[in-house]
């Protein structure tokens, strides 16, 4: 069975630190997908990015940035100089390549609730 | 513009009282699927579709109910809801199995 772990409940930052959102992620299937969705205080999920499990390419997207390592079946996420509209609560997701039970479905972790405070 | 919607965005009902929470897409996504969401526990999947009139149960199937009659559509039917269902219920769509999901802007339910 799929399982991520995302072991920080809770961090709090400082405007313009850097923080990094750890992800920890169990699956026996060769092919997956790594997913970050972002879910702000009005509620809704949003889309951040998509990993691909035989594309360990670390990603860079303006002050957002991924490290994907299967060595240690991680998928961290680091904001470099936090803002305050980066508050929110974040979300890994993995999603087996092969046909599975669930349609594919996303196996959310609990998420982790990053304040970043002036 | 390519969306998921979903209908009501906030609802308040007692316990026992019949409820259909609606989802459509715009994306011509064959997979649709619902999610609940609880604190400390994330979202789990409760029913999912892949196709129009195919359906079938997800993690947390107790006390739910779908139809897809068009591919567009994904009712969520409540038919006895309960204090337990209090949730905030996520539905979303994608092309593939292997797509990226896209999700609705959530529905937040209080069942009393």
């Known amino acids: 069975a799929q399982k991520v772990t995302q072991a920080q409940t809770e961090i709090s930052v400082v405007e313009k630190e850097d923080v990094t959102l750890d992800c920890v992620y169990e699956?026996?299937?060769?092919?997956?997908?790594l997913f970050w969705y972002k879910q702000p205080p009005s509620g809704e999920l949003v889309f951040l990015i998509r990993?691909?499990?035989?594309?360990?390419q670390n990603e860079i997207s303006g002050r957002y940035s991924w490290n994907f390592q299967k060595s240690t079946s991680s998928f961290n996420f680091t904001i470099t100089a936090s803002q305050v509209v980066d508050s929110a609560v974040y979300f890994c997701?993995?999603?087996?390549?092969?046909?599975?039970?669930?349609?594919?479905?996303?196996?959310f972790g609990t998420g982790t609730q990053l304040k970043v405070e002036l | 513009e390519a969306q998921v919607t979903q209908n009501p965005r906030y609802l308040i009902t007692v316990t026992g009282k019949k409820l259909t929470v609606t989802c459509s897409q715009n994306m011509n996504h064959e997979y649709m699927s619902w999610y609940r969401q609880d604190p400390g526990l994330g979202l789990r999947q409760i029913y999912y579709s892949m196709n129009v009139e195919v359906t079938d149960k997800g993690d947390v199937p107790e006390g739910y109910k779908v139809s897809r009659k068009e591919k567009r559509n994904f009712p969520l039917i409540l038919e006895s809801p309960s204090p337990n269902q209090t949730s905030l219920y996520f539905c979303?769509?994608?092309?593939?199995?292997?797509?990226?999901?896209?999700f609705g802007p959530g529905t937040r339910l209080t069942v009393l």
């Open positions: 979303a769509s994608k092309l593939s199995p292997t797509d990226t999901q896209y």
């Open positions: 699956t026996r299937d060769t092919t997956y997908y």
């Open positions: 990993r691909n499990s035989f594309d360990e």
């Open positions: 997701a993995l999603s087996e390549g092969t046909l599975t039970g669930g349609g594919n479905k996303l196996t």
